[in-house]
């Protein structure tokens, strides 16, 4: 199984409301990715989760809460977003983290903040 | 790698070679070059990594000339499922780069 499963597909909120976004990988990996991608843009680095344990915030906004309850489950909460949140958010892993892995992602969540 | 440029598009017909390039005048000793491919609405997808020389798989080539300060993909008799966006990858610093949209036409 090389699958990394990300749930919902699509997810439209309002900007007082609160959702989290949920990812799944069953490979054994020890890293897990979070990307923002805006349309016609390259993914863009959130945050990194090495053995459970956040190694990586690339300055992202409070309103985006990262967890990472176990090796195979990745979150991420939101809480009182802007319209301009709205885009695809890809969940990715790989083994260990290390530098040369090849990152394995999801189909991702299409956001849409009103 | 971590500063990156790419093409922002190219054409190519089925059945062609195509090759598409990205500069990276600062890539750091410890990243390696790697490729990836997405398609509209998915994830990127791992295509090819190397450090230096020549890498081949059953997919593409990737050439790294001896300064590494570029590296060219090279995609083999193309299709039209091949028509995606291309990213040249910073492992150092989880950075994608610019991205090459290539257009296949029958």
Known sequence: DTEVTQTPKHLVMGMTNKKSLKCEQHMGHRAMYWYKQKAKKPPELMFVYSYEKLSINESVPSRFSPECPNSSLLNLHLHALQPEDSALYLCASSRTGATNEKLFFGSGTQLSVL | ?106
């Open chain 2, 1 to 106: 790698l971590a500063k990156t440029t790419q093409p922002i598009s190219m054409d190519s017909y089925e059945g062609q070679e195509v090759n598409i390039t990205c500069s990276h005048n600062n890539i750091a000793t410890n990243d390696y070059i790697t490729w990836y491919q997405q398609f509209p609405s998915q994830g990127p997808r791992f295509i090819i990594q190397g450090y230096k020389t020549k890498v081949t798989n059953e997919v593409a080539s990737l050439f790294i000339p001896a300064d590494r300060k570029s590296s060219t993909l090279s995609l083999p008799r193309v299709s039209l499922s091949d028509t995606a966006v291309y990213y040249c990858f910073s492992t150092d610093k989880l950075i994608f780069g610019t991205g090459t949209r290539l257009q296949v036409f029958p």
